[in-house]
């Protein structure tokens, strides 16, 4: 299934993946798939964006300050322990979080 949405006059399409869900069970903890957006003008978790979730921080990609910001933002809003395990140098990163059940962390993150 795919959504239109009007982006400076011209219309794009989004695709969302049937069966895809951000927050997945690990052996460890708690697997989450996220969109970060360095360099805003807050820090926050914006919900859900296709396939991950969106997070904002207002820390710039420069020296891994804003993967710093997104690890404080997760284990402050979501609890546990915050490691990235998956795109360090992409806006796209997955993120293990142990010491919390996937339930706590879709309640937070998702709305």
């Given at each position: ?7 400076g ?48 921080v ?54």
């Amino acid at each position: 299934m795919a959504s239109l949405f009007a982006f400076g006059g011209y219309e794009r399409r989004r695709r969302y993946v049937d069966g895809m869900d951000p927050i997945s069970e690990h052996a460890d903890g708690v697997m989450v798939r996220l969109r970060v957006v360095p360099g805003a003008s807050r820090a926050e978790i914006k919900g859900r964006y296709g396939d991950t979730i969106k997070i904002r921080v207002s820390a710039p990609p420069e020296a891994g300050r804003a993967n710093r910001a997104v690890i404080d933002l997760l284990e402050r809003v979501v609890g546990g322990r915050a490691e990235i395990v998956k795109g360090r140098t992409s806006s796209s990163k997955t993120v293990l979080i142990r010491g919390v059940d996937s339930a706590t962390v879709v309640d937070v993150l998702e709305g």
